[in-house]
């Protein structure tokens, strides 16, 4: 049977509907698609999803802040690499043939090369920064003066005397000062005949007053030429004045005399030691500084005598030596604070008998013991 409601929606049914299940507790079902589709099944229940998660470039709440990365290991910073220091031979011998032709060029006119000089000078000073050798180099009592004394000693006394100056403390700008008025310290000696140089052991009278007035002369020349600085001239004029008053040319005493002229002095002191002018003997390095040490209280501040100490020691590594126990030793390592109590390898016994075995002595900590002179290879 036809029911004429059911033609009136279209649909004909050939058979009676099915009885419809029970109602689901859960939610109902989604309404079904339109006509166009079939109906789809309906979806089981899902579980609460979780709050979306939000984007990726929306930061995270306040309230949780995000870790802070992992810094990455610093790269080592690379130390800035020093050149090497100048090869001291070479400009050892330039500054004493540049010293040389300014001995040639002042006897004829008042122009000096201050710019020259300054540079050798700065090299001079930078070399010392970076290495010893030059120091050693102009040290060496081994070392000829060629064919002029003068212009070698000269040279000798500006490299030691910014070798002492920066043990002193100096500056680099001070340190250059004092190098210049060391290389012209004796100028005023290339006016004066080379006979007295030769014999500045042995002047009297007129001619030993002509060399006590070289360095006042030597301070007027070097004025009248124009330096960049008054310390030259005062340092130059200043550096045979000693502490109590024996110096000249002003007798001069104490803090009276000027600090550049007295590093200037020691140098000038012990570069003539070890290579005089005269035929006096030379004196080695550890010879000359004992002598100086012997009157270093009434010649220099103990100060200043310590500054070259640092450099070169009453008893230099590699001295043979005779102990007051007559046993023999090496010196192996030198004692900055104590220059006379060095460490020693003991290598034979107070008969002479060579030892098994050397034995290392250090005498800054052994009281009783000391040196009581070198001696030759093999000597006792």
């Known amino acids: 049977m036809v029911r004429m409601s059911d033609l009136v929606r279209g649909i004909v049914r050939e058979t009676p509907p099915a009885e419809r299940p029970p109602e689901p507790t859960a939610p109902p079902a989604k309404a079904p698609e339109p006509a166009a589709a079939p109906p789809r099944p309906a979806a089981p229940p899902r579980p609460p999803e979780p709050p979306p998660a939000p984007p990726a470039s929306t930061p995270p ?121 060391g290389a012209l310290i004796d100028v005023g000696l290339w006016q004066m005949p080379d006979t007295i140089l030769r014999r500045t052991d042995a002047l009297a009278g007129e001619e030993l007053a002509a060399y006590r007035s070289h360095p006042r002369l030597s301070a007027e020349m070097i004025r009248r030429w124009g330096p960049r600085d008054d310390r030259i001239i005062q340092a130059v004029l200043e550096h045979h004045e000693r502490e109590q008053g024996q110096g000249f040319p002003q007798g001069l005493t104490g803090a009276a005399i000027d600090p550049d002229a007295k590093i200037v002095g020691l140098a000038d002191l012990y570069a003539g030691l070890t290579v005089p002018a005269t035929s006096r003997p030379r004196m080695r390095p550890h010879e000359a500084v004992r002598e100086i040490l012997k009157s270093r209280h009434e010649a220099f501040p103990t100060a200043l005598v310590k500054a070259l100490l640092s450099e070169i020691s009453v008893f230099p590594p590699g001295t043979v030596v005779r102990l007051n126990t007559e046993e023999i030793g090496r010196v192996v390592a030198v004692n900055r604070s104590h220059p006379l109590r060095p460490r020693v390898e003991v290598t034979a016994d107070s008969k002479g008998h060579r030892l098994p075995a050397p034995k290392l002595i250090d005498l800054s900590e052994a009281p009783f013991l000391y040196i009581t002179g070198p001696v030759t290879e093999g000597g006792r």
């Open 61 to 181: 709440p306040a309230s949780t802040p995000p870790p802070s990365p992992t810094p990455a290991p610093a790269a080592p910073v690379a130390e800035p690499v020093q050149p090497p220091a100048e090869d001291p031979h070479p400009l050892f011998a330039e500054l004493q043939e540049h010293l040389l032709e300014i001995r040639g060029l002042v006897r004829h006119a008042d122009n000096f090369p201050w710019t020259r000089l300054d540079s050798l000078i700065d090299r001079v000073v930078i070399a010392l920064e970076r290495s010893p050798d030059l120091f050693w180099v102009a040290n060496n009592p081994a070392g000829s003066p060629g064919a002029d004394y003068l212009a070698f000693h000269q040279a000798r006394v500006a490299v030691m005397a910014v070798r002492i100056g920066a043990n002193y403390g100096y500056d680099r700008s001070r340190l250059a000062l004092l190098g210049v008025a």
